[in-house]
Each structure stands twice: as C-alpha cells, then as structure tokens.
C-alpha cells in the first residue's frame, strides 16, 4: 500500500501561553515545573500509530491465497507447497508402515496438509473408487494393470495418467519366534511351509496384486518341484487375509510366515527369506484421481512422496526407485513436472 502524503513532526503548531516558556524536551511554567505533552509529541505518536496501522494493512494483504487449502510454494522437485485441510490417499495395503508410519506423518509436518489413509488390496480399491465408497485425491497401487480399470469412460475416468516409481521383490517374511524359523532359514521355502502344523499367511488374488503373486509363486514351484502338498496350500483358502491385516497377524505370532514384499517387510522389521528361482514383484505406481476432492493437495501429496524426502524414505526402506518415474497416460498436473522428470 503507497501513502500518498506524509506527515511531519515538525507540521505541528505550538501555542504560546502567557506567563510560560518554551524549553527543549520539555514545558516549564513561570513558577514550578509542570508536565506537558506538546504538540510534536503528539503528532510523533500519531505518526508511530499510523506507521503500524500501515505495517499490519500490508501484512494482511501480502497473500490473498494464505487461507484455505490452497498451496504456496514452487514446482520443482525440492519445494514443498504449502495448505491445509485433508488430503485422501488410497494406498495399496503393502504399504502400511510405509504411509502410517513415515511418508503420512512427515507430510503433515512438512506441508500443513493433514495425510488421512486408507489401505487395501490394490484391485479392491479400485473396485470401491468406481463404486464411490472412499471419496480420494490419491490412488496408490502394487499393480500397474489395476490402473487400466479405472480409465476410460466406462471406468468412471478416475484415472488419465500414472507414474511408476519403484518396485519390490515378493518375499517370505516368518516370525522369528516360530518353532519354523530355523527351518525357513536353512530349508527350500516350498518345503517348509507344507511342514505340518506351519501356519501361512496370503492374500486374496481376486482383490490383490500380492496374493495373484503368492498363488502363482506355490504353483509355479509345486509344478517344477513336483510337490502336490503344496499346490494344496495354494488352493486353501484358510491360508488368506486382508492385506492390512497380514503385518500384525505375523507380529502377533498367529502366522509363521507369510508372503510380503521386501520393502513392507524393511518398514516393519520382518525378516525374510527370498522366493528362490522366481522373478516376482510388486511395481507401485500412483496418480491424482480426476475427481479428486482436494486437487492441490492431492498434487502437493505426489510431489512430496516423489520429492527428495520422500525418496530417502523408500530407498531406506528398500525399495528399487524408478528414476526418473515413467508416465503412462496424458493430462499430468503442470505442478508435477520437476519430479515427474527427475528435476
């Protein structure tokens, strides 16, 4: 804001009173000392008061956009934009500790954001995100395919574009108090896990990209090994659980073992033991849904999980980086270029 006059001190008039004189500092009368506020003083108050009445006016209209939930900041790949409100993220349910524990909170801090997940098979979110049962601004899946059926007008066009960022071998995570773990840590895993009482976690093919892995994981091996206790274990049913479940139950001692990619199993501490002879794993891609609630959060989310923070965290977990990210699709957010392009 520009003052268009300016007021002087020295502007003031000064009255002289019979019988007084005028001394610097201060008024003296013709008999004791009295106290006076003169006239400069006032207008150099005047002045003080009207200069932080101009500092504040100018605070307050520096940033129209301060309130809401929209962003500040740059789009290259080491800013970070600021909001506020809620940001939706459906997360495949691999990544639990990942989202729970360390990107989702450190989002929040770094941004104003509030991260609120919600995780599970990545086929059974896709399923709920056309059904609109979990309203979301960010699609997370284990499975690039997944994407495909939410493109499209027929699909809802939730999905235009996604980035494929990282990747994580299928692994066997065991309880390393199971009576089973010295046997998992020295025998072939396909013997061990047809053992008698050996109690083996999955998932659900039909609704997740993990449990389609482990299913083809113990058929594979069944057949090459000739092993027809464990083409059992595939087709049995009991052995399957939500995929946001699997962690505890393992930690909780109710599994011995059970299949996990690596990176999960580096956020919660499991040990593990490869699947030996097969090339199996997860490839994590994620995206901004069209219909998203909050798209500039939705879009300060993707750029904090793919900024340099966010890759520290998935390298630290294990994770193999794709970089820079390979787009798939059209209609990329402007303000995701930097890191959509390695910048």
């Known amino acids: 804001m520009l003052l268009s006059s300016r007021i ?10 019979p019988g007084r004189m005028r001394t610097p500092g201060r008024i003296r009368t013709a008999g004791r000392p009295r106290t006076a506020v003169p006239g400069r003083v006032r207008a150099v108050a005047a002045v003080a008061l009207l200069s932080a009445a101009l500092a504040v006016a100018g605070c307050g209209s520096s940033n129209p956009s301060s309130t809401g939930s929209a962003p500040t900041g740059g789009a290259s790949a080491g800013s970070v934009p600021k909001g506020s409100g809620p940001v939706n993220v459906l997360y495949a ?26 995780s599970a098979g990545s086929t059974a979110l896709a399923t709920q995100i056309k059904g609109k049962v979990h309203p979301g601004d960010v699609f997370i899946s284990a499975s690039p395919t997944v994407n495909t059926s ?10 235009s574009w996604y980035a494929t960022y990282a990747s994580s071998p299928l692994v066997i995570g065991y309880n390393a108090g199971s009576k089973f773990a010295a046997d998992l840590k ?19 093919p039909a609704t997740d990209p993990k449990g389609k892995l482990a299913a083809q994981a113990m058929t594979t ?19 399957v659980f939500p995929e946001e479940t699997l962690v505890g139950r393992l930690q909780s001692g109710q599994l011995d073992a059970g299949f996990f990619y690596s990176s999960e199993a580096v956020a919660a501490n ?17 995206t901004v849904l069209n219909q998203a609630p909050d798209q500039a959060g939705a879009e300060a989310f993707v750029g904090y999980l ?25 209609g990329v957010p402007a303000s995701l270029s930097g890191v959509l392009s390695g910048q």
Do not use: R
Not at 8 to 17: D, E, G, I, N
Not at 229 to 235: H, T
Not at 311 to 330: I, Y
């Open 93 to 118: 349910g691999s990544l639990v500790d990942l989202m729970e524990k360390q990107i989702g909170p450190a989002f929040t801090t770094a941004t104003g954001y509030k991260f609120t997940g919600f």
């Open 306 to 330: 793919l900024g340099p923070d966010g890759l520290k965290v998935l390298k630290q977990d294990g994770f193999n980086l794709v970089t820079p990210p390979t787009v798939t699709g059209s």
């Open 150 to 159: 939410l493109e499209g007008a027929a699909n809802g066009n939730w999905v």
């Open 270 to 286: 499991i040990p593990t033991v490869p699947v030996t002879g097969q090339d199996l794993k997860a490839t994590y891609t994620v």
């Open 221 to 239: 091996a069944a057949t090459s090994e000739n092993l027809p206790a464990l083409k059992a274990v595939a087709a049995n049913k009991s052995t």
């Open 8 to 17: 002087s001190p020295h502007s003031a008039v000064h009255t002289a009173t």
């Open 186 to 204: 020295s025998k072939p895993w396909y013997q061990v896990v047809t053992e008698p009482g050996f109690k083996l976690g999955t998932t659900d």
